[in-house]
């Protein structure tokens, strides 16, 4: 079954406002959860990681004022796109481990964000 | 800087027809060798994690094989349903949670 869920799993918004996507992991407790973005005809790239009750860890090029992320609890983190722009559409995934004795990464089935 | 290389970016086979995915990378101290499916407008499926040279995992049709300088993805007798593209991606020693994907391989098996 699925490991982690997320939503909503499409939004559009238009340009300038703020979207929220959530992330929950469905039968453990994530400590840590990890952000990526696919754009169209890309690989996917990291782009933060969450960790519970502290600041996340931004990639390099990654706006953390702009890409807010909130890990409040062990099976809950988001992701705030603040002031979004077009060029901001993409597909959002977050992921967690489940093992990280095998450091196997288990996906969402992603958010596609389109600004207009 | 770790890079990931999947060839070919697409691939069109008959149901029945094997093949193989490649998958070359270069990363330093790699911890971890993943592939995964991903469906349109879904998010990776894991497939596979591969440790060590020589390393071969095997479900239903596919079939994965570890090299120290690529990996490759082994499709036997595919069907419709397998139709998807492939992901390969690296993890470093030193780096939890951080993949780098290729660019995948579009796989698209006709009846």
């Known amino acids: 079954g699925a490991v982690v869920s997320q939503h909503p799993s499409r939004v559009i918004c238009k340009s300038g406002t703020s979207v929220k996507i959530e992330c929950r992991s469905l039968?453990?407790?994530?400590?840590?959860m990890f952000w990526y973005r696919q754009f169209p005809k890309q690989s996917l790239m990291l782009m933060a990681t969450s960790n519970e009750g502290s600041k996340a860890t931004y990639e390099q090029g990654v706006e953390k004022d702009k890409f807010l992320i909130n890990h409040a609890s062990l099976t809950l983190s988001t992701l705030t796109v603040t002031s979004a722009h077009p060029e901001d559409s993409s597909f959002y995934i977050c992921?967690?481990?489940?093992?990280?004795?095998?450091?196997?990464?288990?996906f969402g089935e992603g958010s596609r964000l389109t600004v207009l | 800087e770790d890079q990931v290389t999947q060839s070919p970016e697409a691939l069109r086979l008959q149901e029945g027809e094997s093949s193989s995915l490649n998958c070359s990378y270069t990363v330093s101290g790699l911890r971890g060798l993943f592939w995964y499916r991903q469906d349109p407008g879904k998010g990776p499926e894991f497939l596979f994690t591969?440790?060590?040279a020589g390393e071969e995992k095997e479900k239903e049709r596919l079939k994965a094989t570890l090299t120290k300088k690529e990996s490759f993805l082994h499709i036997t007798a595919p069907k419709p349903e397998d139709s998807a593209t492939y992901l390969c991606?690296?993890?470093?020693?030193?780096?939890?949670?951080?993949?780098?994907f290729g660019q995948g391989t579009i796989l698209t098996v006709h009846p």
């Open positions: 039968d453990f407790q994530a400590t840590t």
């Open positions: 991606a690296v993890q470093r020693g030193t780096s939890y949670g951080k993949l780098t």
């Open positions: 591969l440790y060590s």
């Open positions: 992921s967690v481990i489940r093992d990280r004795n095998t450091g196997e990464l288990f």
